[in-house]
């Protein structure tokens, strides 16, 4: 082995600016590639991150998930039911206060009842539809995105009691209503109650920013006509994997419908995965394109070293050695170009994390460019480099193997 070694490194060494030119090939191609995968992965987690911070976790709404079970199902075999219409409930969660109380006793994490009505805002003569959310400013802050994202006022301002109402600036911009003014909202039942706007957030999401209006609780059920209603309690969990577990046993207990993060998004998240089969493809295209420079310097050395050839295989050398020392010679080029590839990468990398830039919507944020730190991404891209070298090395060494030494000797083609 130390013999074949150190003819592979004279082979390769014989030919240096051909052998540099390959490895430079290698080190670019896995450069390029960690540098890809980390920004594209960075982009993935900062989405799947910022859809997990502003959503709840799992959303019990008062909705059934199929058509409650009928009398006659049961006395009969086979049954045929046509033009059913449900009566229309207006309680919403039937007996809140047993499902949060169970809730609480094994929910890992944090959840907040609330109750979700759509009505107008107005003010002065202009008028904004909206959701308009009661919720209980004790339990509201532990899962709601919106309490650290106030440009004026605060959540607490609902703590203090009164008419106080919270909306975005896109709404508030809308209605020209500003921090401090009175502004109308109506609900769908036709009632009004005036309500002060006691803070402004923006949470750089235009549904929520421009069409959600949060209230006190008890003055959402008034608004409503549905006093002491509930229709929604959303969850926080400690772990937002274990999501879709919770969901399904609060739906088997509670009987009403559960919805986990990955249930509302799971056409974003198959979009995701599709995303990452382009992104290791374009991997391992890169990597294929590398593999060529080295099937080129490794065919030409063996097209050059024939008559060597013949002379090892005369003095004894068995076709393995022959096909390990051109193998060998295709993954030296590989593993050179990787570890090359490896310090290209973490530059590119490092230098993508520095960018920064500003977004127009806020005007004066700045942020930088979502990278993701992965040794995965190192390794992945070095196995497809060593894999492609390995590969192109494999082909003139068999065929290299394969020389009748007494046909070169005597010159024959």
């Known amino acids: 082995m130390p013999l074949i070694f150190d003819i592979a490194v004279t082979h390769i060494a014989g030919r240096g600016r051909q052998t540099l030119v390959a490895v430079i090939g290698v080190a670019v191609g896995v450069g390029f590639s960690i540098a890809m995968a980390a920004l594209m992965q960075g982009g993935q987690d900062d989405f799947v991150r910022q859809l997990v911070d502003t959503m709840p976790h799992v959303d019990i709404t008062d909705e059934q998930r199929t058509a409650r079970h009928q009398p006659a199902e049961n006395a009969f075999e086979t049954v045929a039911i046509s033009g059913l219409r449900p009566r229309d409930d207006r309680r919403g969660i039937i007996n809140p206060t047993a499902a949060t109380s169970w809730l609480e006793g094994w929910i890992p994490g944090r959840f907040a009842a609330s109750l979700k009505t759509q009505g107008v805002v107005r003010y002065s003569s202009r008028e904004v539809s909206a959701a308009i ?226 977004i127009a919507a806020t005007g004066q944020e700045m942020t930088r460019l979502p990278i993701a730190w992965s040794l995965i991404h190192y390794i992945v891209a070095s196995a497809f480099a060593l894999g492609s070298a390995a590969v192109a090395g494999y082909l003139p060494a068999r065929r290299a193997a394969r020389l009748n030494p007494v046909d070169i000797i005597r010159g024959a083609t």
């Open 133 to 358: 959310i009661g919720v209980d400013p004790q339990h509201e802050p532990g899962v709601s995105p919106v309490v650290g994202n106030f440009v004026k006022g605060s959540f607490s301002a609902l703590a203090a009691g009164g008419n106080n109402v919270l909306i975005g600036d896109t709404m508030a911009n809308r209605l020209g209503a500003g921090f401090g003014d009175t502004i109308t909202a109506v609900s769908s039942q036709g009632l009004t109650r005036n309500f002060k706007i006691a803070g402004l957030f923006h949470t750089g999401t235009t549904a929520r920013d421009e069409g959600e209006a949060y209230v006190l609780l008890k003055n959402a059920q008034i608004l409503s006509a549905r006093p002491n209603a509930i229709n929604e309690i959303r969850i926080k969990l400690d772990d937002p994997n274990r999501a879709p577990a919770v969901a399904h046993r609060a739906e088997a207990e509670l009987g009403y419908k559960a919805v986990a993060w990955q249930e509302a998004n799971e056409s974003i998240l198959e979009a995701l995965v599709v995303r990452n089969v382009i992104m290791y493809t374009v991997v391992g295209a890169i990597m294929l394109v590398a593999g060529f420079g080295i099937y080129n310097i490794v065919s030409t050395i063996t097209h050059e070293k024939a008559r060597d050839i013949a002379i090892m295989k005369s003095l004894g050398f068995p076709e393995a050695d022959m096909r390990q020392l051109f193998l060998l010679e295709g993954v030296a080029i590989g593993a050179a170009g990787s570890a090359l590839g490896w310090l290209l990468g973490f530059s590119m990398v490092y230098a993508l994390s520095l960018v920064r830039f500003e």
